[in-house]
Nanobody, 123 residues
Framework: QVQLQESGPGLVKPSQTLSLACAVS??????????WSWIRQPPGKGLEWIGY???????AYSPSLKSRTSISRDTSKNQFTLQLSSVTPEDTAVYYC???????????????WGQGTQVTVSS
């Protein structure tokens, strides 16, 4: 059974870069046809997709965050990471990593989630 675990600092200062890692166990991040996503939920708001890196290493980002976002992976550690630059208090949220199962040609289907990690942007 695949499990995802987020890690990273819980407090980031404005203008700095937020960096989170998602460690994957029970399955490889290079297995066809899984997409590995970052999603966040600001306080009192709904879920917001940030972006993904897929099994082949291709990435895609939310247009609203694209200029500040980078998602990469370390296949030797079987983990993927999120970097969000120039953060402001509006980036305060619970950040989740999730697996998107695109097998059989289906559209987005998040079948596994990490527990989430709170990130607060404050000086």
């Amino acid at each position: 059974q695949v499990q995802l675990q987020e890690s990273g600092p819980g407090l980031v200062k404005p203008s700095q870069t937020l960096s989170l890692a998602c460690a994957v166990s029970g399955g490889s991040i290079t297995t066809n046809y899984y997409y590995w996503s970052w999603i966040r939920q600001p306080p009192g708001k709904g879920l917001e997709w940030i972006g993904y890196i897929n099994y082949s290493g291709s990435t895609a980002y939310s247009p609203s965050l694209k200029s500040r976002t980078s998602i990469s992976r370390d296949t030797s550690k079987n983990q993927f990471t999120l970097q969000l630059s120039s953060v402001t208090p509006e980036d305060t949220a619970v950040y989740y990593c999730a697996r998107d199962d695109r097998t059989y040609g289906r559209s987005t289907y998040y079948d596994t989630w990490g527990q989430g990690t709170q990130v607060t942007v404050s000086s």
